[in-house]
């Protein structure tokens, strides 16, 4: 019988996949800045591992390698993928993989624009555009399901994590017993057990709670969260009660997690008065780094000391994710990891695709 498990995000990686915000997208109003994060972004990672970047045809390349160059980016490990998508949320419509025999298989869900909220029917094809160019070296199985990245969390070691808000939505798969997403998501990634989060949500997210919003796994069976410690926020009860449920749980050998609080960032609106959802839950790990947004509030060090304590094998760099949050994501949303051995050599060993 084949071994099958979703490894932890730790786990070594052959790559970050992203996609470049274009003209075409929702950040048309406001494109520089959203390109400043995702230079920032490359800035640090091109110098640690390889980078994936869906490029959509109303982008000029050449244009794109002039700032790459400007902004000290090692080009080398940056490579363009030419395929149209609709948005950049790359964690909910990349592939997620898993290791089969310690093998990566690369399974490619449904994403319907977070419960048919924005049209994805572009995003719904890249994966199968980018295995058709010969990106993976693995294989991908096509699942008739729709789940997104963002909603779920693996340690690694037979545990997922996730919401009732998103999984059991039914904008996503209609009206299913819990039972039932259970058994599939065990089929799907080996897990021994889910874990439930039953509270927590920010005010506007679109994704209907998705976990990386909210609550994630560290090493040393470590639970890092989103707290609220401002009791007149109109988070602070329901952040409470998801950290009274996160208190009891426990790892697939029924211990319970070490639990690291994240501090509150001070409250981000949109200049039309919205709440935008700010977290530093939406952080990203890559190979011996860890990059966590950052808002430009007192808080954001104390995020990062905690963050430091919680994955002291990486080196812990905040990222200004201002920009993201006025789209709804922060940087964990735009990006995923690709496990080692899951891209093509060909790929490695070239620039573009």
């Known amino acids: 019988m084949s071994q099958r498990y ?21 950040w048309a109003d406001a494109l520089s800045d959203a390109e400043d994060v995702y230079l920032d972004l490359l800035s640090s990672l091109s110098h640690t591992q390889d980078v994936v970047i869906q490029v959509h045809a ?42 089969e025999n310690e093998q990566p298989l690369l399974l490619d869900f449904t994403f319907n624009g977070w419960g048919e909220k924005f049209d994805a029917r572009n995003d719904n094809a890249l994966n199968q555009s980018m295995a058709d160019k010969g990106l993976f070296a693995a294989p991908m199985k096509t699942v008739d399901w729709v789940l997104e990245g963002g909603s779920i969390e693996s340690d690694g070691q037979g545990t997922l994590l996730s919401t009732t808000a998103c999984l059991m939505n ?3 798969n209609g009206d299913q017993p819990r039972s039932a997403v259970e058994t599939r998501l065990k089929t799907w990634f080996g897990v021994q057990q889910i874990l439930w989060l039953e509270n927590g949500a920010l005010a506007g997210d679109d994704t209907d709670a998705h976990i990386d919003t909210l609550a994630r796994f560290a090493p ?67 190979n011996q780094l860890l990059l966590v947004p950052t808002y430009g509030v007192p808080q954001d060090g104390a995020a990062l000391e905690r963050l430091a304590d919680a994955f002291p094998g990486h080196r812990v760099v905040g990222l200004a994710s201002r920009a993201l949050i ?28």
């Open 220 to 286: 040393e069976h470590t639970l890092v969260f989103q707290g609220c410690q401002d009791e007149t926020d109109a988070h602070f009860e329901a952040l409470s009660a998801m950290k009274r449920e996160l208190e009891t749980f426990t790892n697939a050998d029924g211990k319970p997690y070490r639990l690291i609080e994240l501090p509150w960032p001070d409250a981000q609106f949109s200049q039309n008065g919205q709440r935008l959802p700010a977290t530093y839950a939406n952080f990203l790990v890559a």
């Open 326 to 353: 006025e789209q709804g994501g922060s940087l964990h949303c735009i990006t995923m990891q690709l496990p080692k051995g899951t891209l093509s050599q060909s790929l490695l060993d070239s620039q573009d695709l």
């Open 58 to 99: 109303s982008i000029d390349t050449d244009r794109l390698k002039v700032m790459f160059e400007r902004d000290g980016i090692n080009q080398a490990r940056c490579h363009l993928v030419l395929v149209d998508g609709d948005d950049t949320w790359a964690r909910d419509h990349a592939p997620i993989t898993v290791l």
């Open 6 to 26: 979703l490894p932890a995000e730790w786990n070594p990686q052959d790559a970050i996949l992203i996609t470049w915000p274009h003209p075409d997208s929702d």
């Open 170 to 172: 039914p904008n996503r």
